[in-house]
């Protein structure tokens, strides 16, 4: 966690030199591969240009996130139903094998109707798709 928090403190370091963001860049990348391999990520599920995890286990984590966001507040084509598509894309474009055929949102807005009829109230949000979805033209 430490090793997350000082990372995260070096990203947001002003620069005095324009060219030295690359390097800052690569040395980003550098910092987030040393903490993916003291994490115990293999080095083959580590992409090396950005240093990110891709590991099955981190698409599981940033599937079951988003689920559950979508589960406890519903989801607006505004908002969520655009971000987990942006996020399920990043995911399509580095391990295409993990999204083939896994649909994100509809289970995120069938978890969103069970949490709900658990409950025992309506769902508040009046952008949700679910429980107000758009009128048909």
Known sequence: ???????????RSPLDCPAC?????TSMADARIAICVA???????????TGYNHSRAAYD????????VIR???ASE???????????GLWAEKRPEFVEGDDWLTEALDAHK?????????CRRTSCLVH????TL
């Open 21 to 25: 963001e690359a390097d800052r860049l």
């Open 39 to 49: 994490s115990g990520v293999a080095i083959e599920d580590i992409d090396p240009a």
């Open 1 to 11: 966690m430490r090793a997350n928090l000082l990372l995260m403190h070096y990203a």
């Open 61 to 68: 984590r940033a599937r079951a996130s988003w689920i559950d």
């Open 72 to 74: 406890q507040h519903g």
């Open 114 to 122: 069970e949490f709900i009829a658990s409950l025992g109230h309506p």
């Open 78 to 88: 505004f908002h969520e139903v655009r971000d987990i598509a942006w996020a399920r």
């Open 132 to 135: 107000f979805p758009a009128p």
